[in-house]
């Protein structure tokens, strides 16, 4: 693996850790919080190693493990918020999007994803879910836009 990409990997990993302590510290106390930020560093890290070691196997298995990590991920995120049904339709949207964008701008698209998601889930400590899932959808867009230029400069410069 690329030494940047294991860094921003790393960089992902502890945003991800840092979003869900700061959402169940309140709510669950600091050690309860520090335990949760680390099983979702942990997993994130994880999830993207493993993305990486499936690219070398099969670009379908790498594209189904991308459908499965962002579909859960969304499910998981917004099932308190907006209930079971809504969220699977939600999480099943946010999939079919997360994975074709993979396709053009591979895991700058993951990494959206994952921002957009901290992004919604901090947003929900002090706003409602309508103005939270709004601003997610926005901020994902943005990424996703910005990922393409990113893609496009560093394809270009090779």
Do not use: E
Not at 59 to 73: E, H, K, P, Q, R
Not at 88 to 107: K, P
Not at 132 to 157: Q, R
Request: hydrophobic residues 70%.
């Amino acid at each position: 693996m690329d030494s940047f990409l294991a860094v921003v990997f790393g960089l992902a990993a502890l945003y991800a850790g840092g979003v869900i302590f700061v959402v169940s510290a309140g709510r669950q106390g600091p050690q309860r919080a520090a335990a949760n930020g680390a099983g979702a560093a942990a997993g994130v890290a994880a999830a993207l190693v493993l993305m990486v070691l499936l690219a070398h196997v099969a670009v379908a298995a790498l594209v189904a493990a991308v459908v499965l990590f962002s579909g859960a991920i969304a499910y998981f995120v917004l099932v308190r918020d907006i209930g079971r049904r809504p969220a699977a339709l939600t999480a099943v949207g946010a999939a079919a999007l997360i994975s074709l964008s993979f396709l053009l701008v591979s895991y700058l698209a993951v990494l959206a994803f994952i921002g957009a998601a901290g992004i919604y889930l901090l947003l929900r400590l002090w706003v409602r879910t309508r103005p939270a899932l709004l601003v997610m959808g926005g901020t994902l867009s943005g990424l996703l836009a910005a990922s393409g230029v990113v893609f496009a400069v560093a394809l270009s410069t090779m």
